[in-house]
Each structure stands twice: as C-alpha cells, then as structure tokens.
C-alpha cells in the first residue's frame, strides 16, 4: 500500500486537531502499541537515547499515564488546560515501504494561558507512521524544537 502526501498531510491535521481539542484518549487511538514520543535536548537535537538527555522520552506506558495526568485536576500547569493552536506545513516523505512511512513536517503551536503571555513552539516533527490495514498509526514522534533555550517558553507540559 502507498500513501500518497496528501493521505499523510490529513493524518497530520487530524492528530493535529485532537491535540488542539484535547481530546487526548481519541489521540492516542492513533498510536501504536509500541509508539515512543520523544522531545530531544536544543542543544543536541539529534541526540540518541541512551547518550543524550531528552526532555521527554516516553514509551506507549508513559504516554498513557501522561494523558492520565493531563486530564486530572493535580495537573496544576494545565488545569485548566492551555488552549493551542497547530500550524503544520512543509510535509515531507522522506521513506516509505510496505509497512512504514517515515516523514518530516514543520510546525509552529501558540499556547495561550490565562494570565500568561502567547507562547510559540517552532520545530520540526519526524514520524514514523505504521501502516496497519487501511490506517495510519504513530510508531515514533520526534520532536525538535528550533529555540535555543526553554525558559523563555516556560513549561513543556502539554503534549507538542
């Protein structure tokens, strides 16, 4: 089966928009059982696990436990929750066999908190998509951001 860009650019907005809506379970419905979701140091971007510090480097247990979280009231930095909004563009397949694809996209997230200034996250997300039966489904989601520090964004804690 080969999945052409503009099935991979529907896919992209889809996940897109369920993050914006946080609706978070129906999000991680298009995942994987095996999916990682990883958010690389700025200083190493391409770093590997197992060498480099991530600033998240979750496993399919750790994401779902982190949607646990971010749905409960004890999640201080998002309850409530943040509005976002998703920009994606220049999407790009990079591979694809008969069973992945593997792509890049550009990305820019506003944040809006109350009491807060507007937040902007820039980068560029990898993804390896599963193709299972008719589906596409999230292997592994790198994210790098382009910002050279993460202060000034303050917390990392809703889902990139």
């Given at each position: 089966?080969?999945?052409?860009?503009?099935?991979?650019?529907?896919?992209?907005?889809?996940?897109?928009?369920?993050?914006?809506?946080?609706?978070?379970?129906?999000?991680?419905?298009?995942?994987?059982?095996?999916?990682?979701?990883?958010?690389?140091?700025?200083?190493?971007?391409?770093?590997?696990?197992?060498?480099?510090?991530?600033?998240?480097?979750?496993?399919?247990?750790?994401?779902?436990?982190?949607?646990?979280?971010?749905?409960?009231?004890?999640?201080?930095?998002?309850?409530?929750?943040?509005?976002?909004?998703?920009?994606?563009?220049?999407?790009?397949?990079?591979?694809?066999?008969?069973?992945?694809?593997?792509?890049?996209?550009?990305?820019?997230?506003?944040?809006?908190?109350r009491n807060e200034d507007i937040r902007q996250y820039v980068?560029?997300?990898?993804?390896?998509?599963?193709?299972a039966a008719s589906d596409l489904k999230i292997a592994e989601?790198?994210?790098?951001?382009?910002?050279?520090?993460?202060?000034?964004?303050?917390?990392?804690?809703?889902?990139?």
């Open positions: 089966m080969t999945v052409s860009r503009g099935e991979v650019e529907d896919f992209l907005y889809r996940e897109a928009a369920l993050l914006d809506e946080w609706r978070l379970d129906e999000w991680l419905d298009l995942l994987t059982e095996d999916a990682v979701y990883r958010i690389p140091p700025n200083d190493q971007p391409q770093g590997e696990i197992g060498n480099t510090l991530f600033t998240i480097a979750d496993d399919i247990a750790r994401i779902k436990a982190r949607i646990v979280r971010l749905k409960s009231r004890n999640a201080h930095a998002e309850f409530p929750h943040s509005r976002t909004r998703r920009m994606i563009s220049n999407v790009r397949i990079l591979e694809q066999d008969d069973h992945t694809v593997t792509l890049a996209a550009n990305f820019v997230i506003y944040r809006f908190r980068g560029t997300y990898h993804f390896k998509l599963a193709k989601r790198i994210v790098r951001l382009d910002a050279l520090e993460l202060a000034s964004l303050g917390s990392v804690s809703f889902i990139l």
